[in-house]
Every structure is written in C-alpha cells, then in structure tokens.
C-alpha cells in the first residue's frame, strides 16, 4: 500500500519547515535512507531521508513553502498503483494535485498577493511573494508591479524588493493618518533620521534568541575556569602532524579530552528530564559550528571509542556539511555535552551559554604566551589555555564538577594519556 510521508520533527522544538530543494521526482523509485529533500528550519539545513521504499507517486508541496510538522509532503507506493486509499485517509491532501504546481498553475492564497497597477490602471495580477515580503508590502504599502522575483518558483523574495518606494496612495494615507502637530511654543530642533540598515530576523537567528534566552532563564547556570598548560600538548600536536596523513587540530585533542574525563567521572555525563536526571553509557558530544547567519551544534557519537584521527575527519566532515546545509536529521539530535572553541579568533576566554536538555559546555579559548612557574619553581614563559565550564545546577553540583574538569586538565596537561 502506498505511503504517506509527512513533514518530520526535523529539529526539537520546531513547528514549522520548508523542502529548501526536492532531490527526488515523480516517478523516481526511492529506497531507504536515500535523500528525499533538503529540509530548512529554525536551526538548519538538512537533508531528509526516506524511511520507507518505493516510487514516487506525488509530490505534495512546493519548495520555499513553509509548512507544519506532520503535514503530508509526498506518496510513496508502487509504480501506477491507486492512491485514492490514501487521499481519503487523509482530508489533508484529498484535493492535492497530481504533482507540485508552479505559483502560474495553481495559485495559494498563503503565498499570493494581487496588485494594482501604476497610474491607477484598472489592472492587476497574482504575484508570488515570501511570507516576509507579505508583510512588507502591508506595513510599507509596496508597489510590486514589475518586480522580478528570484526565489523559488519565481518567488519574490526580500532581496527582490530593496529600494522599492511606496505607492503615491500609500504614502497619501500614511500622510493623513500623521495627526497634525501643534503650533510649538518654542522652536525645537530637528532631529535626523537614523541612518543604517534593518536586517530582519532569520528562523534559525529567532530559534537561536528563543532557546537561549529560555536557558538562561530556567537553566541555573554556575561557571568554572581553569587555564591549562598546553607546552606538551603543542609539541605532540607537531609531532602527530608531522607523520600523519590526517592533520589534527587542538580542537581535536580538547573533544577526546572531554570525552575520556567523563569516563573518570561517568556521573558528570548526564542531562536533566522532568522526572529523573538520565546518565548516559556513552559520550555523545555537540561541536559548535558557525554558519551564515549563526551556528549549529551537530553530534558527534560515542567519542569514547573513536581515535584522535577519528575525531578529526568526523568533526571536519560535520563542519563541511554543516556549512553546505547538508546535515541529516539524526546529526542535530541529542548529545549531552558540547564544545565551543573561540581560540581561532584570538579570544582568550569566555562563557557559553548552555543549550538545553544538556547539562555542560565547555568554552575554550586560545593558547598565548604566559608567565608561568615552572615545576623548579623558575619564573619562565609557557602556553597556556583557559577553558570556562558551564553547568546545570540542576544535574552538576559544583564539587562533581570541579572534578571533571580537573580531569579534564589533567589530560590536556598530559596528552600522551589522550592517546592511550
């Protein structure tokens, strides 16, 4: 029997997607884990695979049209076989056509608007817009007669409508709703106008201010900073470098790090739930990444059994992907531990915000030159790095704490135990 295949929860917390892009088309026979659409939401870009085999019956939704979790988005079944089982299954989709429609075809009210022409023509057309320019063209009273769009489908999108002026009938309604001033006492001088430029809000930059700013208000964050010795781990870093095919990054070595002291403190690897603290048997570790227009945290699973170089290809293959839009759903779920490294950028230390339900973070910065007291007690010159943790109150009191990372430290001031 054919299969119905909906919009997936594709992030926590997400309501609402949009297919960035089909990889599939009528016809095409699919298999399981084969790539259907590339998928955007609040946080991401990422590829949707299909859980089931078949070919594809119906397509039931346009690119760039954001639709809710669980909406019907295609048909897989056999090759001419009767869908109409399904339809009537589900009233969602009984009137969906036969394939994905141009905005010529069939028109849709949550993505059309009809414009007058210039010169109070008695003319009009159905122009296809982005939900943001929608409501642009209400606020500001935008003439979109002979705008191109450039968007999917020949969407006008926002970057269509840069310097378009408002109609002469707008700009008179907006005059006479001004109510008029009263003669001033005094003169008062004129202010100008604030110049710049409004950059309106991305879903994944609201997702981002929305989560955050819910972890900072419920999470009971408490800090911990510690500055590490790093001479040995600069040396090893050139020495492994040197003979191998894969070149590692001081990232590489923190995450191993991170991973091997929640082995010397298990109870330090958990996440707070409604009803228990849950602690996990392996360390599923999130790797902050900064996109176009913000950052994502893909997982990188059961780092306590990969190898240094194991580590390094995984978190480069995850950083290319990331910044491609090309991550996959189960690459964005889960972990219960992060890494933020700001040291490429010069920062020496910092406080990351904790992403929820995860219970830590660990803000790394860059390894400078210090002075430093050697083990003779000398006054000398050595790298160090200085890391700040970020902990739940909730799952973490803060002796657990300071003892993960005191193993933590342990291991980046003693590297070769990263290897063993």
């Known amino acids: 029997m054919a299969t119905l295949i909906r919009m997936p929860e594709v992030l926590a917390n997400s309501e609402e997607a949009a297919i960035q892009s089909w990889l599939v088309s009528l016809g095409q026979v699919v298999t399981v884990g084969m790539p259907l659409a590339e998928v955007e939401t609040e946080k991401a870009i990422v590829e949707y695979a299909a859980e089931t085999e078949g070919t594809v019956l119906r397509l039931l939704v346009r690119e760039g049209e ?5 909406t019907p988005i295609a048909i897989v ?9 399904v339809l009537g299954d589900s009233p969602d989709v009984a009137a969906a056509p036969d394939t994905v ?14 414009v007058t022409g210039n010169g109070g023509q008695d003319s009009s057309e159905r122009r296809f817009v982005s939900p943001l320019v929608r409501r642009l063209v209400k606020e500001r009273g935008l003439n979109l007669s002979g705008v191109r769009g450039t968007g999917p489908g020949g969407r006008i999108v926002r970057r269509d409508i840069e310097g378009i002026e408002a109609m002469p009938a707008a700009q008179a309604v907006l005059a006479a709703a001004a109510p008029a001033p009263s003669a001033p006492a005094t003169a008062i001088p004129t202010v100008a106008a604030p110049t710049g430029t409004e950059v309106p809000h991305t ?3 609201r997702a981002i201010a929305r989560r955050l700013t819910e972890s900072k208000s419920t999470v009971p964050h408490f800090y911990l900073v510690a500055d590490c010795r790093v001479d040995k781990l600069l040396a090893l870093r050139s020495t492994v470098n040197s003979g191998g095919s894969v070149k590692v990054s001081l990232n590489d070595f923190v995450i191993k790090a991170a991973a091997s002291a929640f082995q010397e403190v298990p109870e330090a690897n958990a996440t707070w739930g409604e ?15 900064g996109i176009d227009g913000g950052l994502v945290t893909p997982v990188l699973r059961s780092v306590q059994t990969m190898s240094l170089t194991e580590v390094s290809r995984s978190v480069a293959d995850l950083a290319e992907r990331a910044r491609a839009g090309k991550l996959r759903q189960h690459e964005l779920e889960g972990g219960s531990f992060a ?8 920062v020496t230390e910092f406080s990351a ?14 390894a400078r030159p210090m002075p430093v007291v050697t083990e003779d007690g000398v006054l000398g010159v050595g790298a160090v790095m200085t890391v700040t943790l970020s902990a739940d109150h909730r799952v973490l009191d803060g002796v657990l704490a300071a003892q993960w990372l005191g193993a933590f430290v342990r291991r980046i001031e003693n590297p070769i135990t990263i290897l063993i």
């Not at 079944?77 to 089982?85: F, L, P």
């Not at 602690?279 to 570790?285: A, Y």
């Open 66 to 70: 954001p639709v809710t979790v669980g």
């Open 77 to 85: 079944g056999a090759e001419g076989e009767n869908i109409d089982d």
């Open 101 to 114: 429609p141009t905005p010529d075809e069939a028109p849709l009210a949550s993505v059309a608007v009809e």
């Open 203 to 205: 879903a994944m930059r």
């Open 275 to 289: 009803t228990a603290v849950h602690r996990h048997d392996g360390v599923d570790m999130s790797v902050a990444v």
């Open 339 to 346: 890494v933020s490294n700001l040291g490429m950028y010069g």
């Open 353 to 366: 915000i904790i992403n929820p339900p995860q219970s830590a973070i660990l803000a790394v910065g860059v």
